[in-house]
């Protein structure tokens, strides 16, 4: 079974510019998160679909950060602009869906995202 | 609110030498509670779920238990290749319709040989 798919792996940018990450998660997954990983913390919830509806974006910075998926599978995350405090690993992962007795979510290998 | 501590941040034992790993959590309603493994540059690698207290699960050296409060990971003569961040994480069953996992901020273990 092929796991959680991101790309890229590594992306370093300037303050003020664009980025985007992609993710495929495993197939007929209906839960798919983004997480922030900075340095020495654990996971930080970003954002959580179930199938192409969000359902906690909470502590998503808005005014900077966006995420959306298409047709239930595939998943983008944008900033724009990038701060320096956005340099993390942003990790996407999916699960089969919370209502389920089986919710472990399984992680892609993460983005490195470092901005000068 | 929903919170998960770790301890301790950091762990070095010598191979063979047992430990245990503690996270101790305050949610409304326990719905799962998660043990993940992070190798540096990688992402977290599923290894657990407990669901109630008293449960356990075993795989190799290690075995994660459950209680009301806390989930301890022992790990049993450990080798080098044990080596990681250990990562717990919780889902909220009553106060949440979303199923959020909430991580602890992890463990590193290293295991010298």
């Known amino acids: 079974e092929a796991g959680v798919a991101q790309s890229p792996r590594y992306k370093i940018i300037e303050k003020r510019q664009s980025v985007a990450f992609w993710c495929n998660p495993i197939?007929?997954?209906?839960?798919l998160y983004w997480y922030q990983q900075i340095l020495g913390q654990g996971p930080k919830l970003l954002i959580q679909?179930?199938?192409?509806?969000?359902?906690?974006d909470s502590q998503l910075p808005k005014d900077r950060f966006s995420a959306e998926r298409l047709k239930g599978v595939d998943s983008t995350l944008k900033i724009q602009p990038a701060k320096l405090e956005d340099s993390a690993v942003y990790l996407c992962?999916?699960?089969?869906?919370?209502?389920?007795?089986?919710?472990?979510?399984?992680f892609g290998q993460g983005t490195r995202l470092t901005v000068v | 609110e929903d919170q998960v501590t770790q301890s301790p941040e950091a762990l070095r034992l010598q191979e063979g030498e047992s430990s245990s790993l503690n996270c101790s959590y305050t949610?409304?309603?326990?719905?799962?509670l998660f043990w993940y493994r992070q190798d540096p540059g990688k992402g977290p690698e599923f290894l657990f779920t407990?669901?109630?207290a008293g449960e356990e699960k075993e795989k190799e050296r290690l075995k994660a238990t459950l209680t009301k409060k806390e989930s301890f990971l022992h790990i049993t003569a450990p080798k080098p290749e044990d080596s990681a961040t250990y990562l717990c994480?919780?889902?909220?069953?009553?106060?949440?319709?979303?199923?959020?996992?909430?991580f602890g901020q992890g463990t590193t273990l290293q295991v010298k040989p």
């Open positions: 994480a919780v889902q909220a069953g009553v106060s949440s319709n979303t199923g959020k996992l909430i």
């Open positions: 679909f179930q199938n192409n509806g969000v359902v906690d």
């Open positions: 197939s007929g997954h209906a839960t």
């Open positions: 949610v409304s309603g326990l719905r799962g």
């Open positions: 407990l669901y109630s």
């Open positions: 992962a999916s699960s089969p869906g919370w209502h389920t007795r089986n919710t472990e979510a399984f």
